[in-house]
């Protein structure tokens, strides 16, 4: 993860990952077959250990939100194109 983010970002963005996924009720091997890796680094990114940008910007687009949104920076979860 890049050096932009403080400990409490990071909390809050894994959370928001998780929640998502949740919320649309996908397992974490459903995700991580979506965006091309495999459950056991999905699991770590939903704890912290592997969130790098590229994964955020697939993230993102897998579920049609803004990085903004998974990063904490807006509830808003529309993307402005």
């Known amino acids: 993860m890049s050096g932009y983010h403080s400990k409490q970002v ?28 495999t459950q056991r680094k999905y699991s770590y990114i939903e704890t912290g ?12 687009n897998f579920y049609n939100v803004s990085i903004d949104y998974l990063l904490r920076q807006t509830a808003n979860p529309k993307r402005n194109l």
């Open 49 to 60: 250990q592997q969130l790098t940008d590229d994964i955020l910007i697939k993230l993102a």
């Open 10 to 37: 990071k909390k809050l963005t894994e959370n928001r990952i998780r929640d998502l996924r949740e919320d649309s009720d996908l397992t974490q091997q459903q995700v991580a077959n979506a965006i091309g890796i």
